[in-house]
């Protein structure tokens, strides 16, 4: 259960908003604890709903930061709340995006809500499978939605994430990524022989699992890495090759660590799994 009460007591110059509009019910300004702070430019807020603190700081620092300093004074993630468990039962802690650097592409933003509506798919599944969260990216000073995409090890513990920020144009975030498979937690538990669709990207993981085929996502047509092909030796393969150059590029690079892959080669009107499922509904 996060604790709004034992946070504000370790803040300085806490200052309730005024609950004049439903936007500011729950919520303070205090100093923020991680930079040197004379006017309090630190927005705490309770999400009753999530059961979380929401922290903002309006100076120079990022949530991770603000978090890390509350930690030196005896708060823990508990305390801030925010974590939630894999289906595995292993516990994740969220980990919240770096102070990203300067770029020119405005990002429009995208929800949890907006990304399930695009794909068709169903906001508990991705949830429930895919542990997909709303989150919020921060670039060139603007704040704007976004989905928090954990990647999971074969044993559900989080080894990297990526955001999605928008549905067209920018799409990902991902600062410090570690490239892997993903969908990696799906494997576990599918008997030698089985078939496995490696797919380009996250959200043609997602279809697959939901049409109840067990699949990994590489996370982009060019990122396939040969060490990966040990976690599919013992299935049968099948490569879902998009119809263009870089789809092709894709199959045969998977195909070449992988000999004996099926490839399934889609057309251009059901270029990806997604589009599939969204004309079979
Ligand atoms: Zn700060």
Redesign the pocket.
């Known amino acids: 259960m996060s604790n709004p009460t034992k946070i504000l007591s370790v803040l300085v110059n806490v200052r309730r908003q005024s609950p004049g509009s439903s936007k500011e019910a729950n919520s303070w300004m205090a100093r ?1 604890p ?2 040197d ?1 004379s006017t309090p ?2 927005w705490i807020k309770h999400d009753r709903v999530k059961d979380r603190i929401v922290l903002y ?1 309006h ?3 990022n949530e991770g930061q ?1 978090r890390e300093a509350l930690y030196r004074k005896g708060i823990t993630s508990d305390d801030l709340g925010g974590e939630f468990r894999t289906n595995f039962g292993s516990k994740i802690q969220l980990v919240y995006p770096e102070k990203p650097t300067r770029t020119e592409t405005p990002i429009e933003g995208c929800t949890l809500e907006q990304l399930a509506a695009v794909k068709k798919l169903p906001i508990d599944f991705l949830q429930e499978e895919f542990l997909l969260k709303d989150t919020t990216w921060r670039e060139n000073r603007r704040t704007t939605p976004a989905v928090l995409i954990p990647y999971l090890d074969f044993q559900g513990n989080l080894v990297t994430q990526r955001y999605r920020v928008g549905i067209n144009g920018e799409k990902f975030r991902a600062p410090k990524f570690q490239p892997m498979l993903y969908g990696l937690w799906g494997l576990k538990g599918l008997e030698e022989g089985e078939q496995v669709f490696v797919v380009e990207g996250e959200s043609d993981t997602w279809a697959c699992w939901f049409l109840k085929r067990a699949a990994v996502g590489v996370p982009g047509a060019k990122q396939w890495r040969s060490e990966w092909a040990k976690y599919l030796r013992k299935f049968k393969v099948i490569i879902w090759q998009e119809p263009d150059e870089a789809g092709k590029y894709f199959a045969q690079s998977v195909t070449r660590d992988l000999p004996g892959s099926l490839i399934v080669k889609a057309t251009k009107e059901e270029k990806d799994i997604s589009c599939l499922l969204q004309k079979n509904q």
């Open positions: 923020c991680a930079h702070d430019s630190l700081c100076g120079p620092c603000v």
